[in-house]
């Protein structure tokens, strides 16, 4: 098993930017695809982004292509979501997500650890 921990969410102006972390404890980190999600107040689990355990695939959602930008270090057992240009529709609570797969899967249904999330807000 791998437990996940996200840090780095916060309050932001519209068109900062902002660095979230998955830090993974227990099993090897690069046994596991990893996904970021994001929810929004009265609102579903959305994908936002993943990536493939060697880090070698990523994809992203429509709605943050071009701004956020996802990665891994394996050898820190930590993954990483860059947020660019970030706008007030970008406000939710962040969750990473792993999955112990070669490749990630955009449906939360494919993970089965999750972190606590971190909340990030975007002021207009």
């Known amino acids: 098993q791998v437990q996940l921990v996200e840090s780095g969410g916060g309050l932001v102006q519209a068109g900062d930017s902002l660095r979230l972390s998955c830090a993974a404890s227990?099993?090897?980190?690069?046994?596991?695809?990893m996904g970021w999600f994001r929810q929004a107040p009265g609102k579903g689990r959305e994908f936002v982004a993943a990536i493939t355990r060697s880090g070698g695939g990523t994809d992203y959602a429509d709605s943050v292509k071009g701004r956020f930008n996802i990665s891994r270090d394996n050898a820190k057992n930590t993954g990483y979501l860059q947020m660019n240009s970030l706008k007030p529709e970008d406000t939710a609570v962040y969750y990473c997500?792993?999955?112990?797969?070669?490749?990630?899967?955009?449906?939360?249904?494919?993970?089965?650890?999750w972190g606590q999330g971190t909340q990030v807000t975007v002021s207009s």
């Open positions: 227990g099993r090897s980190f690069s046994s596991y695809a």
């Open positions: 997500a792993a999955r112990s797969n070669t490749y990630y899967s955009a449906s939360p249904y494919g993970y089965g650890y």
